[in-house]
């Protein structure tokens, strides 16, 4: 039943095959068993109860609110939930319970979905493996899949546990796990897509100003968006439609021209050109990701779509560019922590300049520390130019890069979402943040810099049984349009359910009406 | 942001004083008068208790996003206009970083690469020549104005070695509006001061209370032998009101003649005016080399302002833009130009439209009696300025609060114009009206019998009476 989709699940709710009550604890249930994982922060047990019982009243009258009625989800602990904890995986927010929600949780809960718990991610979503978080770090829920575990050398899976990818590996592993149904997570450089594609998910980073930041508690404001996790790519949809439109509260969200609600019902795909953007043949893909790439590209002419070769010439310097502008926001956002508003107050009070200075590095990890200090660095009156126009001149090469090729005829870009499949914990800790943030974001940032949608789908297995997913790229607000080509992708490809050696038989084959 | 070029000390000793020329430019921070403030919709309240108007975003707590308040706009424009600025139809929003407990969010939103309105003017008027009675014309440049958040407040309570902080006052948005060194003394720069809050209160875009803190005003001071090059300046602050302000200046301008005349160096420091002393004091300077690491504001895209209706891009709601045609056509009669319409229409005396202008009311009040008597305005002046107002000064009453309306006071000229009464009399007259605002002119002058007689055969009488009654004065 949990690995139904939100379309299945939300038509047996709706039928009343199946009662909003016991989908709840049933996520509930999983949420304990899966505690190893480490995916949850803050577990909302009895909000969630009483917002099922509510929704199964609606359903139970024939009156649901919605497609998302009753359907559990978590929410990333980067974004503000009224009176539950919102932590951002860090000292410095612990024991903070904002007094508002953000507005994508809010448009959530309006249609009546179920909050079961807010999920771990690098600390204030600086990160790409969710490893860097004062809670401990994210497991991929793979770690402990029959295909990881059949293949491995090692008897104990806490030895050779795999990363859930970062940052919003919390809400990745949440819905891989089967603990719920749709995450929420957040997307800098690729935060939501980099898990979403090691955890084997489906997850979209939709166009900057569609959906609304309001209550996200920001990295980089001219980059971050909400990201949608899911396990399908018509449930991501789903959830799109929910969540885009403009917001006052936010003045970055655009009313985009024509907004489709859906995916439509005719879909030709020898209507559309595909791109494939040479630059994107790092040095450090994997054999595995570069023959899905192939496979996938090969699909697309098979079944009489355009593929061709294309350029975006500036992508080297993209994550340079990334990092620069990504420090000097970071820099920017966190001087607001003090400790005198809200959050950890140092107990030194000699001064205040002498508070501030304690409470911040006691309240900040040393990877927070080290981009403010880079980012103040980059806005120096002296440096100004040099760091931060510089990187804003190169962003707009990039993002114009980006806008040629979409007017020379492409509709989509194919390309692979992460380097290769989900890194041993203990390997991808030999290096620091910064390091594994410059690999592994390669394919994603460009993506934030130019403010395009982009959707990453689970393509297959690799030979260690873990997720190998690929990148579409779309044009700027194309959001349906990119799903569409995903929605076809996702078809052919056939990408496997997760399965637990501890999974009973019942719970597999309780597939309703599907 | 205003330039002074620095300079070396005189060596020459026998430069004296008198040579030596104060240079003057102003910044100056006027509170939007608004319901709410600049990014949040938190109330712009005065004297309220402490943090009781503190919206999310004011407190800075994370994932708030500030989003502008179309009337700080529009009081930006409308007071660029009246000030002779070019609006920018773009302008864009930084963030200007520092810590201090006042600013939770450890920077401010001001607008530092492209304020909304540049190059505007103002003329001000002040009194000077030898016996401060000539009405002597200046004009200062107004460099920019530019929006910006004000900061909270902060109160030190050294007994107990903590600090307060009240928030209500911060995101309130303000102006901050920059006069060139265009002045040269104190007297110019508090009579542009003066004219700023008159202009600003005329609009309504700022209530110009010094004493209240609407109305900040820091200046900007050097010394120099015209036609050298500019001197090293200071900036004073804590100028708390509009008196002190020439006095702060003054001081300064001394205090700097003083130092060069003895072969110091002025050193580019910030000082503090202290109203007790009459002096001013270099302040802490803890910051040192402030770098304000200035970027641009993320979350506000660029400000638009369009000239009119035509101008505004199809598929933008014209209800959602402002517009300057608009404005410029709801803007109200200017202190300067209605002086020189009172003198033109109605031939007073300069001096005396400045004190029309100057208080609340008292233009429509003068242009109300002269609408109602046959007394030519230049009388009326007369009785407004001295016996009304007079009046009021004596009991501390405000316009609104005289007992005698503009049309008693009209009455009253009426019948002093037909001859019914002396001058003298009609003073007399105006005294009982004002403790007895219910009785009318005529009822007034019966009953205290100072009618003029006219009629021969009584006038006759009165003085054969007066002849009668005083025989030895006759006889002498």
């Given at each position: 039943m949990l690995s139904l989709s939100i379309g299945e699940v939300s038509a047996a709710l709706r039928k009343g095959r199946l009662s909003a009550t016991e989908l709840c604890r049933r996520c509930l249930n999983r949420i304990r068993k899966t505690r190893h994982l480490n995916a949850y922060i803050t577990v909302t047990e009895d909000l969630a109860m009483k917002q099922a019982q509510e929704a199964e009243l609606r359903l139970t009258r024939g009156k649901p609110l919605g497609p998302l009625d009753g359907i559990p989800f978590s929410v990333k602990d980067n974004f503000c939930t009224e009176n539950i904890e919102t932590t951002c995986a860090s000292h410095m927010l612990r024991g903070y319970f904002p007094p508002f929600s953000a507005t994508v949780v809010q448009k959530l809960l309006d249609q009546g979905a179920v909050l079961v718990g807010k999920t771990n991610l690098d600390e204030f979503a600086m990160g790409s493996g969710s490893t860097d978080s004062v809670f401990g770090p994210v497991r991929n829920p793979w770690s402990y899949s029959v295909s990881y575990r059949e293949q491995s050398r090692e008897q104990d899976p806490d030895s050779d546990w795999v990363i859930a990818g970062g940052s919003s590996g919390g809400s990745a592993a949440a819905v891989a796990s089967l603990s719920s149904f749709m995450a929420l997570g957040s997307d800098t450089g690729g935060s939501?897509?980099?898990?979403?594609?090691?955890?084997?998910?489906?997850?979209?980073?939709?166009?900057?100003?569609?959906?609304?930041?309001?209550?996200?508690?920001?990295?980089?404001?001219?980059?971050?968006?909400?990201?949608?996790?899911?396990?399908?790519?018509?449930?991501?949809?789903?959830?799109?439609?929910?969540?885009?439109?403009?917001?006052?509260?936010?003045?970055?969200?655009?009313?985009?021209?024509?907004?489709?609600?859906?995916?439509?019902?005719?879909?030709?795909?020898?209507?559309?050109?595909?791109?494939?953007?040479?630059?994107?043949?790092?040095?450090?893909?994997?054999?595995?990701?570069?023959?899905?790439?192939?496979?996938?590209?090969?699909?697309?002419?098979?079944?009489?779509?355009?593929?061709?070769?294309?350029?975006?010439?500036?992508?080297?310097?993209?994550?340079?560019?990334?990092?620069?502008?990504?420090?000097?926001?970071?820099?920017?956002?966190?001087?607001?922590?003090?400790?005198?508003?809200?959050?950890?107050?140092?107990?030194?009070?000699?001064?205040?300049?002498?508070?501030?200075?304690?409470?911040?590095?006691?309240?900040?990890?040393?990877?927070?520390?080290?981009?403010?200090?880079?980012?103040?660095?980059?806005?120096?009156?002296?440096?100004?130019?040099?760091?931060?126009?510089?990187?804003?001149?190169?962003?707009?090469?990039?993002?114009?890069?980006?806008?040629?090729?979409?007017?020379?005829?492409?509709?989509?870009?194919?390309?692979?979402?992460?380097?290769?499949?989900?890194?041993?914990?203990?390997?991808?800790?030999?290096?620091?943040?910064?390091?594994?943030?410059?690999?592994?974001?390669?394919?994603?940032?460009?993506?934030?810099?130019?403010?395009?949608?982009?959707?990453?789908?689970?393509?297959?297995?690799?030979?260690?049984?873990?997720?190998?997913?690929?990148?579409?790229?779309?044009?700027?607000?194309?959001?349906?349009?990119?799903?569409?080509?995903?929605?076809?992708?996702?078809?052919?490809?056939?990408?496997?359910?997760?399965?637990?050696?501890?999974?009973?038989?019942?719970?597999?084959?309780?597939?309703?009406?599907? | 942001i205003v330039t002074h070029l620095p300079s070396s000390p005189l060596h020459n000793e026998t430069q004296t004083l008198w040579v030596l020329r104060g240079v003057v430019g102003l910044e100056i921070h006027a509170q939007i008068h608004a319901t709410s403030k600049l990014f949040a919709c938190s109330r712009v309240a005065f004297c309220s208790p402490p943090n009781s108007s503190v919206a999310f975003l004011d407190a800075s707590l994370p994932g708030t996003l500030p989003v502008l308040n179309r009337r700080c706009v529009e009081?930006?424009?409308?007071?660029?206009?009246?000030?002779?600025?070019?609006?920018?139809?773009?302008?864009?929003?930084?963030?200007?970083?520092?810590?201090?407990?006042?600013?939770?969010?450890?920077?401010?939103?001001?607008?530092?690469?492209?304020?909304?309105?540049?190059?505007?003017?103002?003329?001000?008027?002040?009194?000077?020549?030898?016996?401060?009675?000539?009405?002597?014309?200046?004009?200062?440049?107004?460099?920019?104005?530019?929006?910006?958040?004000?900061?909270?407040?902060?109160?030190?309570?050294?007994?107990?070695?903590?600090?307060?902080?009240?928030?209500?006052?911060?995101?309130?948005?303000?102006?901050?509006?920059?006069?060139?060194?265009?002045?040269?003394?104190?007297?110019?720069?508090?009579?542009?001061?003066?004219?700023?809050?008159?202009?600003?209160?005329?609009?309504?875009?700022?209530?110009g209370n010094m004493s209240e803190g609407q109305l900040r005003v820091d200046a900007n001071v050097s010394v120099h032998c015209p036609g050298e090059p500019l001197g090293v300046r200071t900036e004073v602050k804590n100028i708390n009101s509009a008196r002190y302000v020439a006095r702060a200046i003054d001081y300064e301008i001394q205090r700097q003649k003083k130092v060069l005349e003895n072969g110091g160096i002025i050193v580019n420091e910030t000082r503090a005016f202290d109203s007790k002393s009459g002096t001013t004091i270099p302040m802490r300077d803890k910051e040192g080399l402030q770098d304000y690491r200035f970027m641009p504001e993320p979350n506000l895209p660029p400000l638009f302002v369009y000239e009119d209706e035509a101008s505004v891009p199809a598929g933008v709601n014209p209800t959602q833009v402002v517009m300057i045609d608009r404005l410029k056509a709801e803007l109200p009669e200017l202190p300067g130009v209605r002086r020189a319409r009172m003198v033109d229409q109605y031939k007073i005396l300069p001096e005396h439209s400045f004190t029309l202008v100057n208080e609340d009311g008292l233009t429509e009040y003068f242009e109300?009696?002269?609408?109602?008597?046959?007394?030519?305005?230049?009388?009326?002046?007369?009785?407004?300025?001295?016996?009304?107002?007079?009046?009021?000064?004596?009991?501390?009453?405000?316009?609104?609060?005289?007992?005698?309306?503009?049309?008693?006071?009209?009455?009253?000229?009426?019948?002093?114009?037909?001859?019914?009464?002396?001058?003298?009399?009609?003073?007399?007259?105006f005294q009982e009206m004002w403790k007895a605002p219910e009785k009318a002119v005529e009822q007034l002058v019966k009953e205290l019998d100072l009618g003029l007689v006219s009629d021969r055969e009584k006038l006759l009488k009165i003085c054969q009476k007066v002849v009668d009654t005083h025989p030895e004065q006759v006889s002498e």
């Open positions: 939501t897509r980099n898990p979403g594609s090691l955890c084997g998910l489906v997850a979209l980073k939709p166009t900057y100003g569609l959906l609304s930041r309001h209550g996200l508690i920001p990295l980089v404001n001219s980059m971050d968006v909400p990201g949608i996790m899911t396990r399908t790519v018509h449930d991501a949809a789903t959830v799109l439609d929910v969540l885009q439109g403009r917001d006052e509260k936010d003045s970055t969200t655009v009313e985009s021209a024509y907004s489709p609600s859906s995916l439509p019902e005719e879909f030709d795909v020898r209507d559309i050109c595909v791109g494939v953007p040479k630059e994107y043949h790092a040095p450090g893909m994997s054999a595995e990701t570069l023959a899905q790439w192939g496979r996938v590209v090969a699909l697309f002419e098979r079944a009489g779509a355009r593929v061709k070769e294309v350029s975006l010439p500036h992508t080297q310097h993209s994550i340079v560019c990334y990092h620069v502008l990504c420090c000097c926001e970071v820099a920017s956002n966190m001087a607001r922590f003090d400790g005198l508003q809200y959050g950890h107050r140092s107990k030194v009070d000699s001064s205040t300049e002498a508070l501030y200075a304690t409470t911040r590095h006691e309240g900040f990890n040393s990877v927070v520390r080290s981009r403010i200090l880079a980012g103040n660095y980059f806005l120096l009156k002296q440096n100004y130019d040099r760091y931060f126009v510089k990187a804003q001149q190169i962003r707009r090469l990039i993002t114009e890069d980006f806008r040629r090729v979409f007017q020379s005829g492409v509709d989509v870009l194919l390309t692979p979402t992460t380097l290769s499949d989900a890194a041993r914990y203990s390997d991808f800790i030999q290096e620091d943040n910064r390091t594994r943030s410059a690999q592994e974001d390669i394919f994603t940032q460009p993506v934030n810099v130019a403010g395009l949608p982009a959707v990453t789908v689970p393509t297959a297995l690799s030979s260690r049984g873990l997720p190998i997913s690929l990148q579409l790229i779309g044009q700027s607000f194309q959001d349906m349009k990119l799903l569409t080509v995903a929605n076809w992708m996702e078809q052919q490809l056939d990408f496997p359910i997760i399965r637990f050696h501890d999974d009973t038989d019942q719970e597999r084959e309780c597939k309703l009406g599907s | 009081a930006a424009v409308i007071t660029g206009l009246a000030l002779n600025c070019t609006i920018n139809r773009k302008s864009l929003f930084d963030r200007k970083h520092y810590f201090y407990a006042d600013m939770p969010a450890g920077y401010q939103i001001t607008q530092q690469r492209l304020p909304i309105a540049v190059n505007g003017s103002l003329i001000y008027s002040y009194f000077g020549g030898r016996k401060r009675n000539q009405v002597l014309s200046r004009c200062v440049r107004i460099k920019q104005i530019q929006l910006e958040q004000d900061s909270g407040k902060s109160l030190h309570d050294d007994q107990r070695s903590q600090t307060l902080i009240d928030l209500n006052r911060a995101g309130v948005g303000l102006m901050e509006l920059v006069m060139e060194a265009d002045m040269s003394c104190g007297d110019e720069a508090a009579a542009a001061v003066r004219e700023l809050q008159l202009i600003l209160q005329t609009l309504g875009t700022c209530q109300r009696v002269v609408r109602n008597t046959k007394a030519e305005p230049r009388k009326v002046i007369g009785w407004v300025m001295k016996e009304l107002l007079g009046n009021l000064n004596q009991q501390s009453l405000k316009l609104a609060q005289s007992p005698v309306s503009p049309e008693a006071l009209a009455d009253l000229l009426n019948v002093l114009e037909s001859g019914h009464i002396s001058s003298s009399a009609a003073k007399v007259v």
